[in-house]
Nanobody
């Protein structure tokens, strides 16, 4: 079954950048759309961005549009999220996600904290 392992989180000052990675295994990564979600403390998990299997079509939440870029390397079975101009409200645990056989799979998440 799919396994997803996120990395790259950390503490960054407002206005800074981070790149998250999600290493995928256990399924045909190159044939599935992949997404990033996030969950801030005390809030519901929310959609951040998605990318189709071909790596060309993407979609973003309005709150991150123009600041975040989702990408993928199908040869490495890895999903990325480049986050620029980070704001304190971007603080959350970030998860990658795939839907396979009508079931949603999550990684363990990586913490992103934006604070001065």
């Amino acid at each position: 079954q799919p396994q997803l392992v996120e990395s790259g989180g950390g503490l960054v000052q407002p206005g800074g950048s981070l790149r998250l990675s999600c290493a995928a295994s256990g399924f045909a990564f190159s044939t599935y759309a992949m997404s990033w979600y996030r969950q801030a403390s005390g809030k519901e998990r929310e959609f951040v961005a998605t990318i189709w299997s071909n790596g060309v079509v993407t979609n973003y939440a309005d709150s991150v549009k123009g600041r975040f870029t989702i990408s993928r390397d199908n040869a490495k079975a890895t999903l990325y999220l480049q986050m620029n101009s980070l704001k304190p409200e971007d603080t959350a645990v970030y998860y990658c996600n795939v839907i396979r056989n009508a079931r949603r799979y999550w990684g363990q998440g990586t913490q992103v904290t934006v604070s001065s």
